[in-house]
């Protein structure tokens, strides 16, 4: 891949890891903050308490949307610096620049990764 583009896509990467990096620093703050104010609330009534847990389930899923995000930008910056930035990891064939435009983070061609989907599904299917 021409190193122009690759530097692009490390910009690109650097400014997504900063975005995450910004938002899970403030789901934290607010996280901390909520557990104050939960705390100081009281809350006794049942229905209170399973909009609580229904609000904290979403906020860990989120939490976890967000995390295996900045994973997956902190994995493609690695790859730039390995200098296999755009190669597929499982077939080692050249990732199209059309599909890391659109996910630059992107570690599987798209056959490969439609192959790792149904693997996980069919894993988490058996569970």
Known sequence: MDAKL??????????RRRDLLTGV????LNGELAA??????EVRDIGDDSVLDLAESL??????????????VN????RIRAGTYGICVDCGEEIPVARLQVEPEAERCVACQQRWE?????????L
């Open 59 to 72: 906020v860990l899923a989120r939490d976890l949307r967000e995390a295996q995000a900045l994973r997956a």
């Open 25 to 28: 620093r403030a789901h934290l």
């Open 36 to 41: 104050e104010e939960r705390e100081r609330l």
């Open 118 to 126: 149904a693997l996980q599904e069919q894993t988490e299917a058996s």
């Open 75 to 78: 994995l493609a910056l690695e």
């Open 6 to 15: 690759v530097e692009a896509f490390h910009h690109t990467l650097e400014d």
